[in-house]
């Protein structure tokens, strides 16, 4: 089993910035793809960033310029930096991650969520 851990988000005016953090941890052999995921009230969730274990990143239209992934292999964290946030980027974030993990003599992928964190930014 895999835990996900998420730090960060809060309340921000426009134009501010926050700073998410997720941190995995337990049966970890390794990490594939780690990203982030937000949800506003009454939309579906949507891809923010993805960042694969060699540092391909990838970001929605939306944040490009303004948001960036990183992470950090050896301690199996991921963070993404949001600067001159809108009001449109409210929501509730989701960090997530493809985790081979060890089962029994071999190893099998699957796929964890953290449990989510608020981001509010307001007008």
């Known amino acids: 089993q895999v835990q996900m851990v998420e730090s960060g988000g809060g309340l921000v005016q426009a134009g501010g910035s926050l700073g998410l953090s997720c941190a995995a941890s337990g049966n970890i052999f390794s990490i594939n793809r780690m990203g982030w995921y937000r949800q506003a009230p009454g939309k579906q969730r949507e891809l923010v960033s993805t960042?694969?274990?060699?540092?391909?990143?990838n970001y929605a239209d939306s944040v490009k310029g303004r948001f960036t992934i990183s992470r950090d292999n050896a301690k199996n964290t991921v963070v993404l930096q949001m600067n001159s946030l809108k009001p449109e980027d409210t929501g509730v974030y989701y960090c997530?991650?493809?985790?081979?993990?060890?089962?029994?003599?071999?190893?099998?992928?699957?796929?964890?969520w953290g449990q989510g964190t608020q981001v509010t930014v307001s007008s």
């Open positions: 960042i694969t274990s060699g540092g391909t990143t």
């Open positions: 997530n991650a493809i985790v081979s993990s060890v089962v029994r003599t071999s190893t099998r992928e699957y796929l964890y």
